[in-house]
């Protein structure tokens, strides 16, 4: 459950950082939300130094619904959502990550 957890901290960081080198501030990107497996964790901002902490948002199960329209989401990182050109690129993504 560990390892889970930091696996899931990783992959938002990651996420975070590659928004912030494409130009969003971490004003933009706080109070997303992430879901991994049953985890629903959220971007909060600390008004103090202007960082991003991720928090755990307590709740037993996470249902996500896909829309119909968003099932063709072929060229977008399956790992962290990044959008590529390329369904191969998007692949490669995350791949060779730890
Ligand atoms: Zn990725």
Redo the contacts with the bound molecule.
């Keep these: 459950m560990t390892t889970k957890k930091l696996e899931s901290e990783q992959l938002i960081e ?1 996420w975070v950082v590659r928004r912030i080198v494409s130009g969003e501030s971490t004003a933009t990107l706080a109070n997303t939300a992430f879901v991994y497996g049953n985890d629903l964790m959220r971007l909060v901002l600390d008004r103090t130094d202007g960082s991003l902490q991720i928090t755990r948002e307590p709740v037993e199960e996470v249902v996500v619904f896909r829309k119909p329209e968003e099932r063709d989401e072929e060229n977008v ?1 399956r ?4 959008e590529h050109s390329t369904f191969k690129s ?1 692949l490669e ?2 791949a060779y990550l730890d």
């Design positions: 990651r990182c790992c962290c959502g990044m998007a993504c995350c």
